[in-house]
C-alpha cells in the first residue's frame, strides 16, 4: 500500500538548472498538493490541483510550474533554480468528503548551490 | 491573508504529564481546525480535526476550539516520549476543505 509516493528523495543542484519532482498517489483521491517547509516557516502551499484537469496557485507559487499529467499524478517543475528554493517539498492528496485530512508523501530535500 | 500563529517551542514536559500546545488565528471566519503530528525526519499525519466550540476528546489527545478567541489547543493528557514531535495546527484556506494553511509548528519533548 504505497499511499503517496514522491521522486526523488534527495536532490542538489546548481543556480539556474532545472528538474522536476515526481509526485504519483494510489488512493483515487481527487485533489493533489505541492508544499514546501522551511524552519520556523511550517508548510506553505505552493501549487494544488483540485481535479484531473485543474490546477491552481497556493501561497508561494513564484518560480514552480505544475502539471496535472492524470488523476494519480501531479509533477513541480523548477524552470531555474534559486538558492532561495532550497527546502523541504512535500506531495499530499486529500479526497472529496474528508475534509483537512491530507495524505503526504515522504517529502524531497533540495538544496540549490 | 489567513494567519496561523503557534509558540515554536520546544515545549518540555516529564513524562506523564499533560502537554498542552495552543495555536491562535486571524480569520474569525475559520470554521473548521486540525491537528497534525510530525515527527522528526517524517511527513505530517492528522490526528485531530474540530469543527464546534468545546472540546473534542480521542484518546489521550483532547482538542479544544474558543472561535470567539480565535485559539484552538490540543491537550496530550499521560504524555509518552513517543509524543515526543512538531504539532502544526492548519485550517482551510477559502475555497475547499483540503486547502490547508498550516501554522509553523509547535516542537514537543517529553523526557522519562
Known amino acids: 500500500n504505497a499511499g503517496v509516493t514522491q521522486t526523488p528523495k534527495f536532490q542538489v543542484l546548481k543556480t539556474g538548472q532545472s528538474m522536476t519532482l515526481q509526485c504519483a498517489q494510489d488512493?483515487?483521491?481527487?485533489?493533489m498538493y505541492w508544499y514546501r517547509q522551511d524552519p520556523g516557516m511550517g508548510l506553505r502551499l505552493i501549487y494544488y490541483?483540485?481535479?484531473?484537469?485543474?490546477?491552481d496557485k497556493g501561497e508561494v507559487p513564484n518560480g514552480y510550474n505544475v502539471s496535472r499529467l492524470n488523476k494519480r499524478e501531479f509533477s513541480l517543475r523548477l524552470e531555474s533554480a534559486a538558492p532561495s528554493q532550497t527546502s523541504v517539498y512535500f506531495c499530499?492528496?486529500?479526497?472529496?468528503?474528508?475534509?483537512?485530512?491530507?495524505?503526504f508523501g515522504e517529502g524531497s530535500r533540495l538544496t540549490v548551490l | 491573508q489567513k494567519e496561523v500563529e503557534q509558540n515554536s517551542g520546544p515545549l518540555s514536559v516529564p513524562e506523564g504529564a499533560i502537554a498542552s500546545l495552543n495555536c491562535t488565528y486571524s480569520?474569525?471566519?475559520?470554521?473548521?481546525f486540525f491537528w497534525y503530528r510530525q515527527y522528526s525526519g517524517k511527513s505530517p499525519e492528522l490526528i485531530m480535526s474540530i469543527y464546534s466550540n468545546g472540546d473534542k476528546e480521542d484518546g489521550r489527545f483532547t482538542a479544544q476550539l474558543n472561535k470567539a478567541s480565535q485559539y484552538v489547543s490540543l491537550l496530550i493528557r499521560d504524555s509518552q516520549p513517543s509524543d515526543s514531535a512538531t504539532y502544526l495546527c492548519a485550517l482551510p484556506i477559502s475555497g475547499g476543505y483540503n486547502k490547508l494553511i498550516f501554522g509553523a509548528g509547535t516542537r514537543l519533548a517529553v523526557h522519562p
Open positions: 490541483s483540485a481535479s484531473e484537469g485543474t490546477t
Open positions: 480569520d474569525r471566519g475559520s470554521q473548521s
Open positions: 488512493m483515487n483521491h481527487n485533489s
Open positions: 499530499a492528496s486529500g479526497r472529496t468528503g474528508s475534509p483537512g485530512e491530507l495524505f
